[in-house]
């Protein structure tokens, strides 16, 4: 099982947890060896749902952003302010909209065995705190490397910049960019407060994980040991969610306690930035597929 991050994140946690779950209910008989920081992939993430879909790895915790390269439908996930709360996240992905995305795996060669969270992503800077549109106009953002992103950003008049994360805290440190956007984990344990004063809680994007295995290897397998799999996998995501959750809550008072400004938009101000990100809908729902779209738009 590949994990794209380190061992003392909640995914790989949530990973320790199923691994052990499925070797005590097998007797041993299934053993799941797991590597942390897409060490099996060289880093790549996006190699890293590759090798699972070809067989090379059988498990894997993935964001959909990467999962998207693989089939443009499933940026759909990452649309602008399609969920208000995690609520509705919880809703939508047990029910049709997380069907719908079930299915594109599976013909992808992928057996989904539910969702995690990485959570929703908020915007970070060190120019100005961020209370509308106009406040991004001009701002040098970096973004994950997708075209979504990349046309959102602009859209909102900031200039998106694609880098590796890694290089991402120098480039904030030198001001070679004045902010990003991640989820509440990424900005502390990569310790960005101390390069981002400012930080507006927008959940403009949501980031679920998926937890997926090799089609073909969960098919070789029996009835039995497919629902011993099926129940760990279940348990791991409500653990690694509950985590996650309980996480970011107490990450969020230690960023305030080490002094990042945060800001929270009103109801009208969420407006604002909803209208604007709505030419990002006009142009993706034919990738997105109006079908798979509608299923996470109602309730």
């Known amino acids: 099982m590949s994990v794209t991050v380190s061992e003392s994140s909640t995914w790989y946690k949530a990973a320790e947890k199923f691994a052990k779950e499925v070797e005590e209910k097998t007797n041993g008989r299934i053993k799941t060896k797991i590597y942390p920081n897409e060490q099996l ?29 693989l089939d443009a439908r499933l940026g759909v996930i990452s649309a602008p302010f399609l969920f208000k709360n995690l609520d509705e996240v919880d809703q939508k992905l047990n029910g049709k909209g997380g069907e719908a995305l079930k299915k594109i795996l599976t013909e992808k060669g992928i057996e989904t065995l539910g969702f995690g969270e990485n959570g929703f992503r908020q915007v970070t800077n060190s120019v100005h ?8 106009k001009g701002l040098k953002i970096r973004i994950p490397g997708i075209k979504m992103y990349t046309d959102l950003w602009r859209g909102y008049g900031a200039d998106p910049t694609a880098m590796t994360f890694s290089e991402v805290f120098t480039a904030l440190q030198q001001k070679t960019i004045d902010g990003q956007e991640n989820p509440i984990d990424v900005i502390s344990s990569s310790k960005l407060n101390e390069v981002q004063p400012y930080i507006t809680m927008w959940n403009y994007s949501y980031d679920p994980l998926i937890f997926g295995m090799n089609k073909k290897k969960f098919d070789s397998m029996s009835k039995e040991d497919q629902e011993v799999i099926k129940e760990a996998a279940k348990n791991a995501n409500e653990y690694q969610i509950k985590l996650a959750r309980e996480k970011e809550a107490k990450q969020i008072e230690e960023l305030k306690a080490a002094g ?3 800001y929270t938009p009103t109801d009208a101000e969420m407006e604002q930035f909803k209208k604007a990100s709505q030419p990002i809908y006009e142009k993706y729902e034919k990738e997105w597929g109006a079908d798979l779209l509608k299923a996470f738009q109602e309730s």
């Open 260 to 262: 990042m400004e945060f």
């Open 129 to 136: 705190s961020i209370k509308s549109p106009e406040d991004l």
């Open 41 to 69: 992939s060289g880093g790549d993430s996006a190699k890293g749902v590759e090798m699972l879909v070809k067989g090379s790895t059988d498990l894997s915790y993935h964001s959909p952003i990467i999962y998207s390269v």
